[in-house]
């Protein structure tokens, strides 16, 4: 993004003015990329499935054993084996296909 703006800058500026605004925000870009690397270059990476594990998700239809939950926004079938009613939150704990298996949060 600076990277641009140094270049539009570099042909709006007026002569002495343009050199010095286009060094400044090069410089600030290398230090934006430089920060940006090293704040995700030690993350993981997940996709799929296993970055459902674990996460939060609103029953939607009664799971007594099988029903419907919300998962960020998508409706998954889902298994409950201890039963959940509608309203409630579970937890992701495994997937068979496009079946869920959830189960109720502990209070």
């Known amino acids: ?9 570099f042909v709006t500026v007026p002569t002495p ?11 600030l870009g290398a230090l934006e990329i ?3 690397w090293r704040k995700v270059k ?9 970055a459902m594990i674990g ?4 029953v939607v239809a009664d799971c ?3 029903g419907q939950v919300s998962l960020e926004g998508a409706l998954w079938r889902a298994r409950c ?5 509608a309203g409630e939150t579970v937890v992701v704990r495994g997937r068979d296909g496009l079946l869920l298996t959830v189960a109720r949060m502990k209070q």
């Open 1 to 9: 993004m600076l990277l641009i703006l140094a270049v539009v800058l």
């Open 17 to 27: 003015w343009n050199a010095v605004v286009f060094a400044v925000l090069l410089v």
């Open 34 to 36: 430089g920060y940006w």
């Open 42 to 50: 030690d993350r993981r990476l997940q996709t799929g499935a296993e």
């Open 55 to 58: 996460r939060p998700a609103q």
């Open 64 to 66: 007594r054993p099988e």
């Open 81 to 85: 084996a201890d039963g959940a009613s």
